[in-house]
C-alpha cells in the first residue's frame, strides 16, 4: 500500500506571495492533519479534516488554511507569505479522527520564503 | 489545553534500556498520550499510544501514573538505529494536538 504523498518536496516563494501544498493520504484513510516543523518552534498542529470537514485548528492565523475533497486529498493554502512561514510542512493521515488512530506521516513539503 | 515539555537530549549506549519522560501537567480527561520517532529529513512515525496504566507493543513500552501528569517511553536494548528524535502527543479529539519539544536521543556502539 503506497504511503502518504506531499507535492511538491520543496518550494521556494517570495513575501507576499501564496503557495498551495497537496497531500494524497494512504488509500482508506479519512483523516488528514498538517503540521509545520521549525527549529524553533518544533512540531505544531496546523488542523485536521475529516470526511471533507475542518475538525480541529491550531493556533495559526487566517493565513492558513485547508480544504479536503471527497477522495481524501488535502490542500493547505498559506496567502501572503511572510518570512516566518519558511518550514517543514507536515501532513499525516489516518484511518480515523484523531488522537485515537495511528497517524502516518508524509516526507513534507520544505518551504522557503525569500 | 494540554502543554508538554521534554527532556532536550539523553545520551545511551547500545543495548542499554532508554526512558524518555513527557511531562504534561494540564492534560485533560479525554486526552490520549502517542509518542513518535523521527529521523532526519523524515515526517514522524508512530511508536505507541496509551491513555493510563501500562501499555507494550514489540517495540517500546509506555507508562502512565495515575495523575496521568507524565508520561515515559521505553526502549529496550536500543541500538545505533534508534538514534532520533522522540516527540510525545497529547490532545483529544475536540482540543488541539499539542507536540512535546522533542527528545534527541544518540546511541553511541
Known amino acids: 500500500k503506497a504511503g502518504v504523498t506531499q507535492t511538491p518536496r520543496y518550494l521556494i516563494k517570495t513575501r507576499g506571495q501564496q503557495v498551495t501544498l497537496s497531500c494524497s493520504p494512504i488509500?482508506?484513510?479519512?483523516?488528514v492533519s498538517w503540521y509545520q516543523q521549525t527549529p524553533g518552534q518544533g512540531l505544531q498542529f496546523l488542523f485536521e479534516?475529516?470526511?471533507?470537514?475542518?475538525?480541529n485548528k491550531g493556533n495559526f492565523p487566517g493565513r492558513f488554511s485547508g480544504r479536503q475533497f471527497s477522495n481524501s486529498r488535502s490542500e493547505m493554502n498559506v496567502s501572503t507569505l511572510e518570512l516566518g512561514d519558511s518550514a517543514l510542512y507536515l501532513c499525516?493521515?489516518?484511518?480515523?479522527?484523531?488522537?485515537?488512530?495511528?497517524?502516518?506521516f508524509g516526507p513534507g513539503t520544505r518551504l522557503t520564503v525569500l | 489545553l494540554a502543554k508538554t515539555t521534554q527532556p532536550i537530549s539523553m545520551d545511551s549506549y547500545e543495548g542499554q534500556e532508554v526512558n524518555i519522560t513527557c511531562s504534561h501537567n494540564?492534560?485533560?480527561?479525554?486526552?490520549?498520550i502517542t509518542w513518535y520517532q523521527q529521523f532526519p529529513s523524515q515526517g514522524p512515525r508512530f511508536i505507541i499510544q496509551?491513555?493510563?496504566t501500562k501499555v507494550t507493543n514489540e517495540v517500546a513500552s509506555l507508562f502512565i501514573p495515575a495523575d496521568r501528569k507524565s508520561s515515559t517511553l521505553s526502549l529496550p536494548r536500543v541500538s545505533l538505529s534508534d538514534t532520533a528524535v522522540y516527540y510525545c502527543?497529547?490532545?483529544?479529539?475536540?482540543?488541539?494536538?499539542?507536540f512535546g519539544t522533542g527528545t534527541r536521543l544518540q546511541v553511541f556502539p
Open positions: 499525516a493521515s489516518s484511518l480515523v479522527q484523531q488522537p485515537y488512530n495511528e497517524q502516518f
Open positions: 488509500s482508506g484513510h479519512r483523516s
Open positions: 479534516y475529516f470526511s471533507e470537514t475542518q475538525r
Open positions: 494540564n492534560i485533560a480527561t479525554n486526552d490520549y
Open positions: 496509551g491513555y493510563k
Open positions: 502527543l497529547v490532545g483529544d479529539n475536540t482540543d488541539k494536538l499539542i
